[in-house]
């Protein structure tokens, strides 16, 4: 049964590699999540506070688990069973919506720390963290004044956006006579956050404040129906991978084998595995077969995840350029469609999504001399079609590092690298655009190469990593690789030119080359 606990200040409640059977929603208290890092320094990665999950890997929502988790304060949590945490979210169906909004937030909060890594100096950046937590955590007192919940001190707030404890304590005192902030043990208050903000001398914004965890029952309502509507990305290609997860967990539960599964439905255990990662199309009949093996006996539930698979089979726009598509870049292309938010990093060519028609038809047309002048058009409409998601409505976010090398290689000739060039810089202006470039000099974070992570905006799907090569692609969902992978990428967006000096540097290539 769940069940509410206190702990006492300095408890730890989950340590690196723990494996917990238990869910806690903290209710009320502070923690923070903490690693050593190369030199055994003690580094915060984050906060845990009211309405955050701690605990069973799929409720932790892309937090670190090579990691210590320490209550800052008396903290009283909500603990969950793992098995019961399904059941909790349908007799609370409103908790589910908080959960991933909470989620999201948390998530973007983190892309704007980085972002802020690669665009402001140590001073800057500790000004932005306290802005964001002032969103996040804050409390407004009568006389306009902020005050920061979780009991921190400078030196903490320093090693979590990578500023030294000499710098962190210089700024606190610059901002302490400017009347800035009021600082005591362990507690921080904002004294004028316009003025903090006026500090960052950037248009990062930080998140609106954090809602309140429902936790008291409410009346009985078809929870997991209403989550797939409110969320459900509109893609074939991420339905087929919902579905497939959801069946995987189905069977999971009710510890049946793959090869059970796959005698079910005529068919063999592998089917199964390309079923359930979401590699091949759904027929109905076997649908309906798993779910009755399942255990799924509901009729609700069974059209819910009918009514899935026949939406996950619609025709997808990419369908007409299917002969020329090999199977293992249409997965991709399924992914791309339906995610929230896309980082990458490619070392050598322009990005497929911010090309030119005429550079993509230079970059198709490379060592495909046996290829018909037909096939090059449609390939090349293929990526042209691509690039459309960056601007229909509610367009992912597009996140990409150019290594310099990429701009500086006259593919196609110098007209047509110069107008892919003049193009980036009219690509850079779009809000839901980010691109950075990293110069030669940076040559300790280059890696072997390209890379894309994607997002998504349900739950239920985690992020990917895609890996792309000559004539087969590596698709990776584990956390521990994508958590690898998304370091990595964190790494060279700070390592790379702030984006505000991208088109400056464009320009400059142009001068000089083009």
């Not at 984050?46 to 304060?73: K, M, Q, Y």
């Not at 409390?139 to 000499?166: F, K, M, Y």
């Not at 592998?270 to 027929?283: A, D, T």
């Not at 490379?366 to 990526?383: K, P």
Request: charged residues 25%; proline residues 6%.
């Amino acid at each position: 049964m769940a069940r509410t606990r206190v702990f006492p200040p300095d408890s730890v409640l989950l340590r690196q590699g723990d494996d917990s059977d238990h869910v806690l929603v903290i209710l009320d208290g502070w923690a923070a999540v903490t690693m050593a890092d190369q030199n055994g320094k003690e580094v915060m990665l984050d906060l845990a506070g009211p309405n955050d999950l701690l605990g069973e890997e799929a409720a932790l929502h892309g937090r670190i688990r090579a990691a210590t988790v320490t209550c800052l304060s008396q903290l009283s949590a909500y603990i969950i069973p793992s098995f019961r945490f399904e059941a909790v979210l349908e007799e609370h169906p409103r908790v589910w919506k908080v959960l991933h909004r909470v989620a999201t937030q948390r998530r973007e909060e983190r892309d704007r720390r980085v972002q802020a890594a690669a665009c402001l100096d140590g001073t800057q950046r500790l000004a932005h963290l306290l802005v964001q937590l002032a969103a996040r955590f804050g409390t407004r007192a009568e006389d306009g004044s902020v005050s920061i919940g979780p009991p921190l001190t400078q030196q903490q707030l320093g090693s979590w956006v990578d500023v030294s404890r000499l710098t962190a304590a210089r700024a606190f005192g610059t901002w302490r006579k400017q009347n800035l902030v009021r600082t005591g043990h362990r507690k921080i208050n904002i004294l004028d956050v316009d003025g903090l903000s006026a500090q960052i001398g950037s248009s990062l914004q930080a998140p609106s404040p954090w809602p309140r965890l429902p936790l008291q029952p409410k009346p009985p309502a078809p929870a997991s129906s209403e989550r797939l509507r409110s969320t459900s990305p509109t893609g074939p290609g991420v339905l087929r991978i919902l579905l497939g997860a959801r069946l995987r967990r189905l069977r999971e539960e009710r510890g049946i084998a793959r090869e059970e599964a796959g005698y079910a439905i005529r068919a063999s255990d592998s089917k199964i595995s390309r079923l359930e990662r979401g590699r091949m199309g759904f027929k109905a009949r076997d649908v309906a077969d798993l779910l009755t093996l399942y255990g799924v006996h509901e009729e609700s539930q069974r059209r819910e995840l009918l009514d899935l698979a026949e939406r996950a089979n619609s025709p997808a726009w990419w369908s007409a350029f299917l002969d020329i598509v090999p199977s293992w870049f249409e997965v991709y292309i399924g992914l791309e469609d339906g995610a929230s938010t896309i980082r990458a990093y490619e070392p050598q060519f322009v990005p497929g999504l911010v090309q030119t028609e005429e550079y993509a038809r230079a970059l198709i047309t490379l060592g495909q001399a046996d290829v018909t002048a037909q096939e090059i058009d449609r390939r090349v409409a293929l990526r042209m079609t691509r690039q459309a998601i960056l601007h229909r409505p509610g367009s992912p976010s597009y996140w990409v590092v150019v290594d310099e090398a990429a701009l500086r290689r006259p593919l196609g000739g110098r007209q047509v690298i110069r107008r892919q060039i003049e193009e980036l810089i009219r690509t850079a202006a779009q809000p839901n655009i980010t691109l950075q470039i990293l110069p030669f000099h940076r040559v300790g974070h280059v890696t072997g190469g390209s890379f894309s992570i994607l997002r998504f905006s349900e739950p239920d799907l985690p992020d990917i990593v895609y890996l792309e090569q000559f004539i087969s692609a590596v698709y990776l969902d584990k956390q521990q690789d994508v958590e690898s992978y998304t370091a990595t990428m964190d790494q060279l967006c700070t390592a790379a030119e702030p984006p505000d000096r991208t088109p400056e540097i464009l320009r400059s290539i142009l001068a000089e080359h083009y």
